[in-house]
Structures are given as C-alpha cells and as structure tokens.
C-alpha cells in the first residue's frame, strides 16, 4: 500500500498556512462584528465550511481553499432587512479590508471576493439550530459545520482531505452542475460513515449500486428520494445530501476506486500530465471517422449554476432534433470557456455525428390496409403508395438532406421555437452563433488551451479514472 503521509504532507496546509488563514478569517469577523455594533445591527460574522471544519486542502494556488464568513441575523429579521444589512456589512468589510469581489445570488445575494489571494465569500444568513428553523438554503451552513466538527474523529480531518483530493484528482469532485459530483460535505459525512479513505473506496466497491443509502442517524426516511446515491441529511431528515450527485460521477468514482485499490498509486493524488497537441486531437477526431462540429455563442452574464443547465437543455434537445431528422449523433457535450479576444466566456456545444448526410427520400407509414377510411385518404395523399405486409407505405422527401442545413434552419428565429433552449441562451443564440467543424477548429489555430483540454477530455472520458 503506498504511503498515505507523503500525499498529506503536499495536500494539508502548513502551520504558516493555516495561521495566514485564520488571521485573515479572524481579520474580517473583527471588522464585520465591529461595524454591526457601530451601525445597531443585530448580525455576527463566524467562520463556517471546509476551514472552520478543518478538512480544506492546500495548493499553491488556493484554489482548494474558500474561506466562508457567514453573516447571523436573528430569526425575526425580516428578509429585507437581512439583505440591506448583510450586504451593507459585506461590502464595507471588503472594501475596508482590500480585495477584489463580485455579488452573487443564492436564495439571497452575497459577496464572492479575493483578498491576500484567497478566495472569500461573506453570505448574510439566519441563525438556526435546527432545520425547521429554515428560512433560506444557505442557513444549512450552520448545522453542517457544527455537525461535522462535532462528529469527525481526531485524525479523521486527514481522511476527508484524501478522498477530496481522490475524487478532485478523478473528476468526481464539486456538487455544481457543471460537475455534478460529489460535494465537501458529502465527502465528510462518508468518512464520518466509514471510517477512513481506504473504507471508503472499499465499501464503494462491494456495496454500491444505484439507490444505495446511507442513513447516519437512522431516520428512516432514505426511501422517499429516488437518486443514485441516498444520504440523508443528519441535520435534516427530508434532505439528501447527495441529490446533485449524477448517475454518471457515482459509477465514475466506483471504477477509480476499483482501479485504485487493485493497483495502488500515488499518481491517483495528483493531476494527469496530458499532452495538449491541437494536430494530435485532430488526427484522432479524423480516425474516428465522424463529422465533429462545434456550436459557439456568447455566453449571458448568469451564475454557472443557472448557465450550465440551459446549456445542457439546448444540447440534449439539438441532438432530439437531429435524431428525430434521422441523424445519428454518436456523442455529444457542451462547455465554456473563455473567448480568445476580448475575454468574453463563449458556450461550446460539441455535436458529432455518425451521420451528416441523408438520401433525398425518406420511407413513411401510414394507416394498415384494413382501415378503409384513413387508407384512402393516404391514398389520395400519397397516390404512389404500397403495401408491406398489411400496412401503406410512401416516400417523402427529407426538408433536410444534411445535419448542417437542419441545425441551422433550427438556429433562426421561427426554428428556434422547436429547440427546448435556456430562456437566457435563445437571444445569444440569434444574436450570433458560428459552427465550425472540429478539424477547422484545430488547425487554424484557433483553439486556445482550455478549449484544447476539453476536447482532448471529450476524447478521452476514461483517461482520469485510471494511472
């Protein structure tokens, strides 16, 4: 078995780490609560998530590290009140204390800002002891870092930042909808379940199968969720954890966890070194002999949270309409990144086709011989029809003889109606969208290297989940 204490030594802060980290929480909370007082607000600032929890990971970027200020007001503030004030608080801090920063919306806005190069995020919210006193989704924050911190071992903080790691370096981690994986509090509630990392990976092995669950508080209530994966919420039993895990992340995470434990490797714990060729990408797009093309448009200045759905709305109903036009679609998917030029996020939807053409007829049915009504009719519709077995048969020609025509005639202002398109998308998409072949795309050098990656991610799905 390899050696866990080396991988915890690159991926658990330093001391230096942590006393930069609680110094600048301890900062903010001091000037939050002090303001509160000065202005007569009834609000305190305290940390909650993965740094109050002890369960965040280091790396030279921060990224892995969200310091989480949440902002309590008593139970009866009104929402409005909650709002002006909690927000009034947020950006006085940041402003006062230096950082970048941007509002954003949950069930309330919020702050989401950068400060000493840590990520922060100041959210007003209600101060509850238990679930029933829920005014708004944030508010879980509370009860799920009091419940962790009272429920993790000593020593356990260390398994929690194994299996984040594992599942970060695996693509199953992130709750997002963009990922649609496993979220922080989901990894520390099945440490808290299992024990360990290694228990972990082997109970995924052996027991897990769609609708399995996890009930640490024996509430009893697993069988009133229908989801890949049952966790039910200790701090509230009508909630399952692991509601935005997909079918797709839970049977990804089983096969790196079967594919770790029968060939033990550090390299699980670190990022893939991949080759990023555009020429490489296109011989392999050339070799799978299908017609790759991609949709791009502007991206609309919404949440990813509420981006990314539309996007795979309008991607799952392209490929409908392409089907449905005969068109065989061998795979599909959809991303953002950002534009080249002015920085501007673009939308990608990747579409390759095992067909792009079609023949000018296409075979229709009609009503069987014996229904003499309707068999006329198609008749005199159709007077060129025959008989297979019992039923009236004709041609028809295809309004669309090849992928390219139907997507566009679907992107126009009257074919957009039979697309089922994010409401925020429609408009970007009249606006101005291109298609272009994936080939184009790689060799005219127009492909920078996230876009790169993601395709070459397309390519090659199971390429994580192993080393």
């Given at each position: 078995m ?11 802060p ?13 900062k ?64 006085n ?20 800002g ?6 922060v ?26 419940y ?27 709750s ?68 935005a ?142 008989v ?30 039979n697309?089922?398109?994010g ?7 009249l ?35 192993f080393?």
């Amino acid at each position: 078995m390899i050696d866990f204490k080396t991988i915890l030594d690159d991926i658990e802060p330093s001391a230096d780490n942590e006393k930069k980290v609680k110094e600048l929480s301890n900062k903010i909370i001091d000037i939050i609560n002090s303001t509160a007082k000065k202005k007569g607000f009834n609000a305190e600032a305290v940390l909650l998530g993965s740094v109050a929890k002890k369960t965040w990971i280091y790396s030279d970027d921060y990224d892995d590290v969200d310091i989480d200020i949440f902002i309590k007001f008593p139970l009866n503030t009104s929402l409005e009140d909650l709002k002006v004030q909690g927000m009034k608080l947020a950006y006085n801090c940041i402003e006062q204390i230096g950082g970048t920063y941007e509002e954003r919306y949950a069930s309330h806005p919020y702050l989401s800002g950068n400060i000493d190069g840590y990520p922060v995020d100041l959210v007003p919210c209600y101060d509850i002891s238990k679930a029933t006193q829920l005014k708004s989704a944030v508010d879980r924050t509370i009860l799920h870092t009091e419940y962790v911190k009272k429920s993790l071992k000593v020593g356990q903080e260390k398994e929690v930042r194994l299996l984040k790691r594992f599942m970060k370096m695996v693509g199953t981690y992130g709750s997002e909808f963009k990922v649609g994986g496993f979220s922080g509090y989901l990894c520390e509630l099945l440490i808290i379940n299992y024990g360990s990392f290694l228990e972990v990976l082997r109970n995924v092995w052996t027991d897990w199968k769609p609708g399995y669950q996890i009930d640490l508080m024996e509430y009893g209530t697993s069988n009133l969720f229908d989801d890949p994966l049952i966790v039910v919420d200790p701090t509230d039993s009508n909630r399952n954890v692991a509601a935005a895990l997909t079918l797709q992340k839970m049977a990804e995470f089983r096969v790196a966890a079967v594919n770790f434990l029968e060939n033990p490797k550090t390299a699980y714990f670190y990022p893939k070194d991949i080759t990023l060729d555009r020429r490489a990408l296109k011989v392999e797009f050339d070799k799978r002999d299908t017609h790759s093309i991609v949709i791009t448009f502007s991206a609309p200045d919404i949440p990813s949270d509420a981006l990314y759905p539309q996007i795979k709305k309008t991607e799952n109903s392209l490929v409908k309409i392409l089907e449905t036009g005969d068109f065989s679609v061998l795979g599909s998917d959809c991303w953002t990144c950002q534009g080249s030029d002015d920085g501007e996020n673009l939308v990608f939807i990747l579409l390759e086709m095992n067909t792009w053409h079609l023949p000018g007829f296409r075979k229709h049915f009609g009503p069987k011989v014996w229904d003499k009504e309707n068999g006329k009719r198609f008749i005199e519709k159709h007077p060129e029809s025959w008989v297979e077995a019992d039923q009236w048969v004709t041609l028809i020609r295809r309004e669309h003889q090849d992928a390219e025509s139907l997507i566009k005639g679907t992107l126009t202002k009257n074919g957009i109606r039979n697309l089922r398109v994010g409401k925020h998308l429609k408009k970007k998409i009249l606006d101005d969208y291109h298609l272009m072949n994936v080939g184009d795309l790689l060799i005219k050098g127009k492909s920078d290297e996230e876009l790169l990656k993601y395709l070459y991610c397309y390519l090659h799905k199971y390429e994580l989940l192993f080393r």
